[in-house]
Each structure stands twice: as structure tokens, then as C-alpha cells.
């Protein structure tokens, strides 16, 4: 089976802009789950998607959007992007037994 | 708030050398428990998980835990480490019983394991 794929891979974007990253589920898992991951702060859990709905979200503010479409594959948006943004985004595909991660989204903010 | 500790931030060992991270977490109700190992430029992986049943669960790489429900820790244990073991490694929690879902995990912030050869 193929694994949890992200696009792009690394993302140069300047304070202001919008971003938008884009997550492929392994195949027959309808649930995603997206995460933050900072040298300071660590893993964060951003938001969980199921079956297009979003079915949990953490404690971030309002600029992280995501979406879920009907074929399981999910985005995420940060609008009006801040320094601290800066992270490596990861996509995790679930099942009931385990969530499995990709490789991630590098996203630098100048 | 839920949380997850490892009380480590960087171990460094011999190879031979036995392996023992602690993860502790704050909630009381039902969990699952997870760890999960980052090799250096790869994505994260799973290499054990808990939800019920015998307390002690072997993974991946001869890499074993052992849930304590009364500590409320999930030791992550290894007898011999190898020079590839070198490695970040995570514990995390879902903690199902307070909302959150399969695919909610708490994490803690990470255990950077290196092994001298």
C-alpha cells in the first residue's frame, strides 16, 4: 500500500501571504488528522477530519482552515501567514488502530 | 489540560547499552497509548501502541512498553541498543474518554535518542 503523501514537500512564503497544503490519505483510511511540529513547541495537533467533517480541532487560531473532499484527501489553509508559522506540517492517515504520518510540509514565513 | 511528558530530552548510550524512556500523561480516564520514532531525515513512525489487555506490548526492532495505569506512565524499554536505534522518539496519547478522537493525539516533546558506536 502506498503510503501518506504531502504536497509540496517545502514552501517559501512571505508574512501576509496564504498557504495551501494538500495531504493523500493511505488508501481505505477516511480519517485525516494534521499536526504542527516546532523545535519550541513540538507536535501539535491541528485539526481531524472523517468522512468531510471535521471531527476534533486544536487550540489554534481561526487563520488554520482545513478541508476534507469526498475521495479522503484533505487540505489544509493558513491565511495572512506570521513568522511563527513556520513549521513543519505533517498529514496523518488513520485507522482505528493507529494514525501514520507523512512526510511532512516544510513551510518557511519570511 | 491533557498533557504528555518524557522526562528526557536527550539520552546518549553506548551500543549494548540497555534503553529505558519514560512518558508519563495527565488524563484519568481511558487511553491509548502510542510511540512513535523519528529517524534522522525520515518521517515518523509507529513502533508500538497500547489500547487494552496485557500491560506490557512489544513493537517494532525489539523495542517493548509497559503501561502502569496507577503511575500513569508507558515506559518505552529496549535490552540492547544499536547504533541505528539513533533516533527521536515521541510518546502520545488519545485520550478517547475526554472528547478526543483516533485521530487526536497528544504528544510529548520528544526524546532524542544517540547511540555512540
Known amino acids: 500500500k502506498a503510503g501518506v503523501t504531502q504536497t509540496p514537500r517545502y514552501l517559501i512564503k512571505t508574512r501576509g501571504q496564504q498557504v495551501t497544503l494538500s495531504c493523500s490519505p493511505i488508501?481505505?483510511?477516511?480519517?485525516v488528522s494534521w499536526y504542527q511540529q516546532t523545535p519550541g513547541q513540538g507536535l501539535q495537533f491541528l485539526f481531524e477530519?472523517?468522512?468531510?467533517?471535521?471531527?476534533n480541532k486544536g487550540n489554534f487560531p481561526g487563520r488554520f482552515s482545513g478541508r476534507q473532499f469526498s475521495n479522503s484527501r484533505s487540505e489544509m489553509n493558513v491565511s495572512t501567514l506570521e513568522l511563527g508559522d513556520s513549521a513543519l506540517y505533517l498529514c496523518?492517515?488513520?485507522?482505528?488502530?493507529?494514525?501514520?504520518f507523512g512526510p511532512g510540509t516544510r513551510l518557511t514565513v519570511l | 489540560a491533557q498533557s504528555v511528558s518524557q522526562h528526557n530530552h536527550h539520552v546518549i548510550l553506548s551500543e549494548a547499552a540497555s534503553l529505558e524512556l519514560g512518558c508519563n500523561y495527565s488524563?484519568?480516564?481511558?487511553?491509548?497509548l502510542f510511540w512513535y520514532v523519528q529517524y534522522p531525515g525520515q518521517h515518523l513512525q509507529l513502533l508500538l501502541k497500547?489500547?487494552?489487555?496485557?500491560?506490557l506490548v512489544k513493537g517494532i526492532k525489539g523495542f517493548e512498553a509497559e503501561f502502569i495505569k496507577s503511575k500513569f506512565s508507558f515506559n518505552l524499554r529496549k535490552p540492547s541498543v544499536q547504533w541505528s536505534d539513533t533516533a527521536e522518539y515521541f510518546c502520545?496519547?488519545?485520550?478517547?474518554?475526554?472528547?478526543?478522537?483516533?485521530?487526536?493525539?497528544?504528544f510529548g516533546k520528544g526524546t532524542k535518542l544517540s547511540v555512540k558506536p
Open positions: 488524563y484519568g480516564g481511558t487511553v491509548n
Open positions: 502520545a496519547v488519545n485520550g478517547i474518554s475526554y472528547g478526543g478522537s483516533q485521530g487526536n493525539l497528544i
Open positions: 477530519y472523517f468522512s468531510e467533517t471535521q471531527r
Open positions: 497500547y489500547f487494552s489487555g496485557d500491560p
Open positions: 488508501s481505505g483510511h477516511r480519517s
Open positions: 496523518a492517515s488513520g485507522s482505528k488502530s493507529a494514525q501514520y
